[in-house]
């Protein structure tokens, strides 16, 4: 009897073990994967659209609206669309680094075709899945081959998407500080003060114009202060310019920081998107590019973003970069796109001004100069979460808990609405 006890309580075990293992093979495969944060802009446009206030205001989407809050396609998109079609062109893989036509005409919009890295051959450029693609081709290539600390710096704060970009391409991210909470303004000294601080030889991220999301930009004499400590830090310049004529409604006037810099003897990279300033922004098309020493120099630092390309996405989509070519390659298309970006840039102006003299007019105690000396599709406003969350919540305007809007979601019909509501939640 108690040997048979014996034999069963030895079972037990087995048959509870064999559960076990049963259980973990039925189990899904991805029952570990934690859920992730939901994207904050996403959040925003759900909440959005389940609002059922027909007056509702969207100020989180960084996409430009028309005056009737509808996205807009340019005109010169559709005309460059037509004449490409009329082409029949073929639809061959591009090249590793894209369409030779987009590239070229992308670097001369940056640097200028004065420029002497162009016209010495110095710039290794390549096209990129937009910005964002640009961005993390420059990261992947500074973690292989940069050859002071993996560690990049950025601005505090900054797009959100750099953080994570540069982590996962195997770069540390580290901060200087750029903006002022309490002048709502940018805090210059202390951005100098950081950029001293930091060990030589540092990777330094720069927005080139527009910067996102505190739409402050440093002055033209600050950029040459700025220009100065880099250089005697012996530090690696990164310039992302997403939003190049659409800052102030001039190409040239957006890429003064940038083109200062190659004046003073700076190699850098660069990030280029043409989602804000041609509206191409399901097209993906970007481009990210390297100032080098020599020609030769160029040829094997090419030589290495085709290799690191080539197991990410083989080659970019060819379209949009067509439409950007042909744009920017016909003196009457590129004219056309020049007055139409100046045109978004001018609206994205009028409806600062708007805002701030509604606010104004209603009586507000506070100053809200900023609104108007800030540039580009952002605006930082300076009110707290807490009046963000009251903003949406009884009033129906959507925005980040930053504090961040979008300038693009304003329209001459929307403009007094949004101001009462900002008023209200300020006074």
């Not at 028309?66 to 073929?90: F, T, W």
């Not at 991220?205 to 440093?218: E, F, K």
């Not at 033209?220 to 102030?248: C, L, R, T």
């Not at 090419?302 to 996405?313: A, D, F, G, T």
Request: glycine share 8%; net charge positive.
């Amino acid at each position: 009897m108690l040997s048979s006890l014996r034999v069963v309580s030895r079972q037990a075990p087995i048959r509870l073990t064999a559960k076990r293992i049963l259980a973990a093979k039925n189990a899904s495969t991805w029952a570990d994967v934690p859920q992730g944060p939901p994207d904050a802009i996403l959040g925003i446009t759900e909440a959005f659209k389940a609002d059922i206030f027909p007056e509702k205001i969207n100020l989180g989407v960084g996409a430009y609206r028309g005056d009737d809050g509808k996205p807009y396609v340019l005109p010169s998109v559709r005309e460059a669309e037509k004449q490409i079609l009329r082409k029949n062109l073929d639809k061959e893989y591009a090249g590793i680094t894209g369409v030779p036509a987009f590239t070229k005409a992308a670097a001369v919009l940056a640097y200028g075709s004065g420029s002497h890295v162009f016209k010495a051959n110095m710039v290794a450029i390549t096209q990129s899945i937009s910005g964002t693609g640009a961005l993390r081709i420059g990261g992947e290539f500074l973690a292989r081959y940069y050859s002071n600390a993996k560690r990049v710096y950025i601005p505090n704060p900054s797009w959100a998407n750099h953080n994570a970009v540069f982590k996962d391409s195997g770069l540390e991210v580290a901060k200087y500080r750029y903006y002022n909470k309490d002048t709502i303004g940018l805090d210059f000294d202390g951005m100098v003060a950081d950029l001293k601080s930091a060990p030589d030889s540092s990777i330094i991220l720069l927005h080139a114009c527009a910067h996102n999301p505190t739409g402050i930009d440093p002055t033209e004499d600050q950029w040459k202060q700025i220009s100065a400590v880099v250089k005697e830090k012996n530090h690696y310049p990164f310039f992302d310019m997403a939003y190049q004529g659409f800052a102030s409604g001039d190409t040239n006037k957006d890429a003064f920081a940038l083109r200062l810099f190659i004046k003073e003897g700076h190699n850098l990279c660069l990030a280029q998107s043409f989602a804000k300033n041609m509206g191409l922004y399901g097209e993906r098309v970007g481009a990210f590019s390297i100032v080098c020493d020599s020609a030769e120099e160029k040829a094997r630092v090419e030589s290495q973003i085709k290799i690191l390309v080539r197991p990410l996405y083989s080659n970019p989509p060819i379209h949009g970069a067509r439409i950007a070519a042909q744009i920017l390659d016909d003196p009457d298309l590129q004219k056309q796109w020049l007055g139409e970006v100046k045109g978004m840039a001018e609206r994205i102006i009028s409806m600062r001004a708007l805002l701030q003299k509604n606010l104004e007019e209603l009586g507000s105690k506070r100053d809200w100069g900023h609104i108007t000396s800030q540039i580009g599709m952002f605006a930082y406003t300076g009110l707290s979460p807490a009046q963000m969350d009251q903003l949406a919540k009884e009033h129906s305007v959507y925005a980040t808990k930053d504090g961040r809007i979008s300038v693009a979601g304003i329209t001459s019909a929307n403009v007094q609405r949004l101001a009462e509501s900002i008023h209200k939640v300020t006074a």
